[in-house]
């Protein structure tokens, strides 16, 4: 009996591999280009890591006229949910960051380079381990549980390194004819890979984030197909990004580790090896300790959680960005309007070791980002989110959707655009007293402001309101109007002036349109007072002026 008839008779019905290299050729895409993947497993969760490494996968592929494919990684049954594939697909939906190629749906897929789902490419696997077999470079292992736990028990006594390799690889060398006869016996087996390595060798590996790293070869007889029939992830990593003719493998780093076996994988196949590059998990400042945001600790390494405030993704993706590439930010202050696929990411200027998640950074990223959107944009976003996650403020903006539109163009579109929101769940805060029904429920707090005597207040919201308010100004004499009514009581018209003698006066302008302010909105601080009285109009500022008791 040789290796091709073992092989046979363990998959008898498996293709020949030239099958499948010919059913996947090269791509043709241009000079240079970049195939990557996002290989996650269908656990319905993505984690804000795993989005910053499709991220950077994504936008290393596009910049090159490559492919960016989504491959589900389902070869571990154990840790399937139901309905996983779905929670990704849509994850990457809402970030802008559908693949070119691979599942688009729990069930669907797109792309001439599938199944994109592991668990039905069985056949394929099954294919390449009997090509393994056949030349020898592959054996069937009948290890019981039993077995290998005692195998396990003698290295820890003897202090060695545990796992199946060398004189501990007990089914190795088991003739192909005592393999047969157990096989014929039913006796059960899994496949494992016969290593050529030595521990005592070393490699050298130049990851492209990582720089060159060297490590001992590999020499385990790691497993490639289980007792399902289902492969590892290892070997399927080798079948499937030689079929889908991935250029540039890049993931977790906590893969670094798996690269001897993968080079020596690709190697004794007869594969090209993909580049790798590994990616530093993000971290966390968890009361002075650095630590990896965690699935189960952290709310905010889940994806969902930026979607659930509102954030919106593109602030999500430029601070990852910011923190995937140190240039980032220089190059966004240089060009401020850019959108992010001009940025000229480059994989190998990645740190090294984990960045720190920064929320507060976030959110001034986001900050930015949202007063950049014009007054229709901010409407159409925040009602998206709304009406999945805030009704109220659905049903606000809708009602009349006009002058909710000019609402929202206080102060957007022009030199200086308000940077007071952050995420779609601040929004209501920060209009609800543009809407009068919302307004009369707002406490009016005047204690803490320099002008507090409730009858000085009254006073000087009458005067304003007969004397010197008329819709009709422009801003220049609006506000020109405001100091008259300041030296009208004493006050100083100018700030300087109150400055260079605070003992003359009680007060100044600013304190008198702070008076003005917290009648008109309920509020000390907001953005422009004389864009937010012609957006509300004369009834409704002179209802407000009128109303203070
Ligand atoms: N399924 C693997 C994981 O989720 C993918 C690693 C890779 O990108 O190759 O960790």
Known sequence: ?????????????????????????????????????????????????????????????????????????????????????TGIVKSLQEFDMAPDEGQIGENEEIGNYGPYKQSLRKEIYQSYAKYMLSIGKAYPCFATPEELEEMRAKQEAAKVRTGYYGVWAKYRNLSIEEAAEKIKAGVPYIIRFKSPGREDRKIKHKDIIKGNVDFPENDQDIVIIKADGLPTYHFAHAVDDHLMHTTHVIRADEWLSSVPLHLQLFQEMGFKPPKYAHISPIMKNDNGNKRKLSKRKDPEAAVNYYTELGIPNLAVKEYLLNIANSNFENWRKQNKDASIDEFDFQL?????????????????????????????????????????????????????????????????????????????????????????????????????????????????????????????????????????????????????????????????????????????????NTPDLYAIMQVLGKDTVLKRLNSFA
């Open 348 to 524: 190998n200027k990645m740190s090294v070791s984990g960045a720190l998640f920064d929320m507060v950074k976030l959110l001034d990223v986001s900050k930015i980002v949202i007063s950049k959107y014009t007054a229709e944009e901010v409407y159409e976003k925040a009602i998206e989110w709304a009406k999945v996650y805030d009704k109220e403020l659905a049903n606000l903006l809708e009602k009349n959707k006009e002058y909710s539109l000019k609402v929202l163009g206080i102060e957007r579109g022009n030199e200086k655009p308000r940077k007071d929101i952050a995420k779609w769940s601040d929004l209501k805060e920060n209009i609800n007293y543009m809407y009068d029904e919302k307004f009369e429920k707002i406490k009016h707090n005047y204690e803490l402001q320099k002008i507090n005597d409730k009858e000085k207040i009254k006073k000087i919201l009458n005067t304003y309101a007969e004397k010197y308010f008329n819709i009709q100004d422009d801003k220049q004499v609006w506000f020109d109007k405001l100091k008259d009514l300041a030296e009208e009581f004493g006050y100083a018209r100018e700030v300087k002036e109150y400055k260079e003698n605070p003992d003359k006066y009680e007060a100044h302008v600013g304190d008198v349109s702070t008076v003005i302010r917290i009648a008109v909105t309920g509020r000390a």
């Open 1 to 85: 009996m040789n290796y091709q008839e073992l092989a046979n008779l363990i998959f008898p019905d498996a293709k020949d591999i030239s099958y499948y290299e010919a059913k996947y050729p090269e791509r043709n895409l241009p000079e240079g280009a970049i195939v990557t993947r996002f290989a996650p497993s269908p656990t319905g969760f993505v984690h804000i890591g795993s989005l910053c490494q499709a991220l950077v996968a994504r936008t290393v592929a596009k910049r090159t006229g490559g492919v960016f494919f989504l491959r589900v990684e389902d070869t571990d049954q154990k840790r399937e949910v139901e309905n996983g594939v």
